[in-house]
């Protein structure tokens, strides 16, 4: 288990850093900025499990229970999803043109039939207390652009004198989402309206922002990805920005990690050995842009109870392990999506171990070491060593057998295994692994 201290530098790190440091380093390249998510942010997200239908009760106890179970080895991000804003809002599924909680100025608000506490303008501001005073970080979600509803009342941007029919680009819309219009942001006060979101976020006391259709079409929406960016910086509190869905086009890799410390890799991930599978040839895909701040996000973990109780995961237990240990190898953030309240111990051990968390927060050099039929492996540095994982993604029974040398290591090695935490013994030349259909091994070598 993660040390106390660990816990609480990591989250300072998350959150801590200075508004006036953030703010005076913004406009520097991302390298400058290493105070947001130092690691892959870890944390809770209510989408798998609770569609667009989350309650303000359901929210305070999955996060009472994240605070007790998954706090101490590191998961600190709470996040309320999509729809928060939409009082009848039913599942997963969308209603074009249903009525959206709005202030004067075009900004969302909590619908107060779902979330009681933000009733009198207060918002999630007593929600976000509720959560911080739990040690977590509190976070929401939102899609790009302004609501379709504010430019039909053509509402005044606030602190401008122009109006949301301004700035509202009509033929910028989601294709999935029928809520919201792109923002022009060649016209003025498009900024303004971003820096007003972004400021109610701040008043609100968040500290984590998942920004819907921004990732794909990129070319299209890069624009409103610096917007996002810059109206964080001037909102004068630091906000981890998450920008999905995916897949983001690889030829926007240069652009990306200046302006989103998460970036999501492929669409909605959910729990389908098909879609684990073609996880792996991403995370390979996006390995050499990965850096402390930026990182490729493989997407959420469909882990117990989802779909709004409806079903527990349909990952085998072996493609449960893979799925944390191709996480972990290739430092994708961890995000848990399940019921917390529906958690058994089987689930909370995968989250928790802590040697597998070490390998996702602490690893560097993280790389494919092969692809053969069926068979892939990737390796990392360990402060002694090195963490081998090992992956068999056919449908049959596999062998693998791994020469230390080729791995940087002398011949005669120590194995441990994460997963089962225990010491394997001394190992010549090489080591062999037998796997079933779809599970892993990982291993610290030294």
Same mark, same amino acid.
Request: charged fraction near 15%; proline fraction near 3%; aromatic fraction near 10%.
């Given at each position: 288990m993660m040390t106390g201290?660990? &816990?609480? !530098?990591?989250? $300072?790190? %998350? *959150? *801590? $850093? #200075? @508004? =006036? +440091?953030? =703010? $005076? #380093?913004s *406009?520097? #390249?991302? /390298? =400058?900025?290493?105070v947001l998510a130092p690691t892959p942010p870890m944390g809770w997200n209510s989408w798998n499990s609770f569609a667009t239908t989350i309650t303000e009760a359901q929210a305070v106890e999955n996060a009472h229970i994240m605070a007790d179970k998954l706090l101490p080895s590191g998961y600190d991000v709470f996040t309320v999803d999509i729809q928060w804003y939409e009082p009848n809002a039913d599942g997963y599924n969308y209603r074009k043109d249903a009525p959206l909680s709005m202030d004067g100025n075009g900004r969302l608000l909590p619908a107060p039939n779902r979330f009681p506490s933000s009733e009198n303008g207060k918002g999630f501001k007593p929600l976000s207390d509720q959560v911080h005073k739990m040690g977590l970080k509190f976070g929401v979600h939102i899609m790009r652009g302004i609501p379709r509803q504010a430019v039909a009342q053509n509402v005044p941007i606030l602190g401008t004198t122009?109006? @949301? &029919?301004d700035i509202a680009n009509t033929n910028s819309t989601c294709t999935w989402n029928g809520d919201m219009y792109g923002v022009d942001m060649t016209k003025p006060g498009a900024q303004a309206y971003y820096n007003s979101v972004f400021k109610l976020f701040a008043d609100w006391g968040v500290d984590f922002v998942k920004m819907d259709d921004m990732s794909r079409p990129y070319g299209d929406n890069w624009r409103e990805i610096e917007a996002a960016h810059k109206a964080i910086a001037a909102s004068g509190r630091p906000m981890i920005l998450s920008l999905s869905p995916g897949e983001t086009d690889l030829n926007w890799a240069h652009h990306v990690p200046k302006y /989103?410390?998460?970036?999501? %890799?492929s669409d909605d991930f959910w729990d389908e050995w098909h879609l684990l599978r073609d996880q792996f040839q991403r995370l390979e895909n996006w390995n050499p842009h990965r850096k402390a701040g930026a990182w490729p996000d493989a997407?959420?973990?469909p882990l117990g109870l989802l779909a709004m109780g409806k079903r527990q995961t349909k990952f085998t237990p072996d493609e449960q392990q893979t799925l944390m240990t191709l996480w972990s190898i290739a430092r994708s953030p961890l995000i848990m999506g399940g019921d917390l309240r529906s958690m058994d111990q089987a +689930?909370?051990?995968?989250? +928790? !171990?802590?040697?597998? %968390?070490a390998v996702n927060q602490k690893s560097a050099n !993280?790389?494919?070491?092969f692809k053969r039929s069926g068979q892939i492996g990737w390796i990392a540095d360990a402060p002694k060593g090195r963490y081998l994982a090992l992956f068999n993604i056919s449908d049959e029974p596999q062998t693998l057998t791994e020469m230390f040398k080729l791995m940087g290591l002398k011949n005669k090695v120590k194995v441990r295994d994460i997963w089962a935490r225990k010491d394997i013994g001394v190992m010549e030349t090489a080591l062999k692994t037998e796997l079933r259909p779809h599970a892993s $091994?990982?291993?610290h070598l030294t």
């Open positions: 201290k660990w &816990q609480l !530098n990591r989250r $300072a790190l %998350i *959150g *801590g $850093a #200075s @508004a =006036a +440091t953030f =703010a $005076a #380093s *406009g520097l #390249s991302f /390298a =400058a900025q290493p122009v109006r @949301a &029919q /989103a410390q998460m970036w999501r %890799i997407d959420m973990l +689930t909370l051990d995968l989250l +928790t !171990n802590p040697e597998v %968390i !993280n790389r494919v070491l $091994a990982f291993y």
